[in-house]
């Protein structure tokens, strides 16, 4: 497995823009598809976006589309999630997670967390 660390969160007004990272060591992180996903206070975690092994195919949730962004420097070793236009609703702990083949899973390595909070 490859271990995951998130950084990047914080508070943001509404309007603004966050980039979150994954840290990624242990088994060569090239290898791997990776997705972001969300959890808010009292709700499921939900997918927010995934990206193949490759880098040549995404897929966003319709509540981030058109204003995120996820990307993989493999050289790197590290994900992103760029988030543009932020809204109240995205406040949540933003998880990374490696797995694949397909960028829809199975996810089996995830990171701790990262708090997003958006104020209004």
């Known amino acids: 497995q490859v271990q995951l660390v998130e950084s990047g969160g914080g508070l943001v007004q509404a309007g603004g823009s966050l980039r979150l990272a994954c840290a990624a060591s242990g088994r060569t992180f090239r290898s791997y598809a990776m997705g972001w996903f969300r959890q808010a206070p009292g709700k499921e975690r939900e997918f927010v976006a995934a990206i193949s092994w490759t880098g040549g195919s995404t897929v966003y949730a319709d509540s981030v589309k058109g204003r995120s962004t996820i990307s993989k420097d493999n050289a790197k070793n590290t994900g992103y999630l760029q988030m543009n236009s932020l809204k109240p609703e995205d406040t949540a702990i933003y998880y990374c997670?490696?797995?694949?083949?397909?960028?829809?899973?199975?996810?089996?390595?995830w990171g701790q967390g990262t708090q997003v909070t958006v104020s209004s």
């Open positions: 997670a490696a797995g694949g083949p397909s960028l829809f899973g199975p996810y089996n390595s």
